[in-house]
């Protein structure tokens, strides 16, 4: 090819500041656009190895076409919202109490450097146990799967939370305290005017966090008995050699993981600091 040919650094240049002069929000949509096209085409890739090679053509079903088809299917007859609705009924109930233990207990330990000095061993300690090592504790203390597998969701939710909640007390100005204080300000004003909007980035940065460690426990947590959920439909899928059923399955874990992580960035950048 003759260097005529080639794109001079000025077209390039051109191409480039065209890009860029476009309103932030269609280059987002292309960025995400070119990145997500990345990925089918590995995707497609890898499927089309998988279905050429005799060892391991019986998992075709994992391509992107088969995915689709089944994606569609699970759609049109109804039966991936109830599988939905069980999966996120968990999460959100163990998210739930997650910040209602942690926040309280975050501020307490962030506060009260006796309560820290205390609780630090302990905390860190059962913070390094895998959620699903609590798996056969939490079968003999519930009654019910679904409880069980609460629990497992609020080990997980837990620490983010109440780490993520003592670290933003512990950043806090002792200075505010001291002016609050000499206002005459008492233990609930200074937790409502002070501590909880000044933790407010901090604690829902632990939250983003407690979502993804949450999301990845689940799956697992719902071979446990149940027969419902994200978790059971991928257990069902390979149960029965339904690798089409399994892979659309695994694109809706992705996708509703994505939007649960897109609302937590979305109150992360509302409720910062400054907020209140």
Do not use: C
């Not at 997980?156 to 933003?168: E, S």
């Amino acid at each position: 090819m003759s260097q005529s040919t080639l794109p001079s650094k000025s077209s390039l240049s051109r191409i480039t500041n065209g890009f860029n002069s476009l309103p932030t929000g269609v280059q987002g949509f292309v960025n995400a656009t070119i990145g997500m096209g990345i990925l089918l085409f590995f995707w497609w890739v890898g499927g089309l190895l998988i279905a050429n090679n005799p060892d391991t053509e019986a998992f075709a079903g994992f391509a992107p076409g088969s995915a689709f088809v089944a994606l569609w299917a699970l759609i049109t007859n109804g039966e991936l919202w109830g599988t939905i609705y069980s999966s996120l009924y968990r999460i959100l109930n163990g998210l739930f109490w997650g910040i209602v233990i942690g926040v309280p207990v975050g501020i307490l330990v962030g506060y009260f450097i006796r309560v820290r000095q205390i609780a630090n061993m302990p905390l860190q300690f059962l913070r390094m146990i895998s959620p699903l090592a609590w798996m056969p504790i939490s079968v003999l203390a519930f009654e019910s799967w679904d409880n069980a597998i609460i629990f497992l969701l609020v080990m997980a939710t837990l620490w983010p939370i109440l780490f993520g909640t003592a670290h933003g007390v512990q950043r806090i100005d002792p200075n505010w305290f001291k002016v609050a204080r000499n206002l005459g300000a008492d233990g609930y004003q200074m937790l409502r005017r002070i501590i909880l909007p000044a933790i407010g980035q901090d604690v829902f940065a632990g939250i983003r966090l407690a979502i993804g460690v949450a999301w990845v426990v689940l799956v697992p947590a719902e071979y446990l008995g149940v027969t419902s959920g994200l978790g059971y439909a991928i257990n069902d899928a390979r149960d029965t050699l339904d690798y089409g059923k399994l892979a659309a399955v695994v694109v809706v874990i992705g996708a509703i993981g994505y939007m649960l992580d897109f609302i937590a960035v979305k109150l992360l950048k509302r409720y910062s600091w400054h907020a209140g």
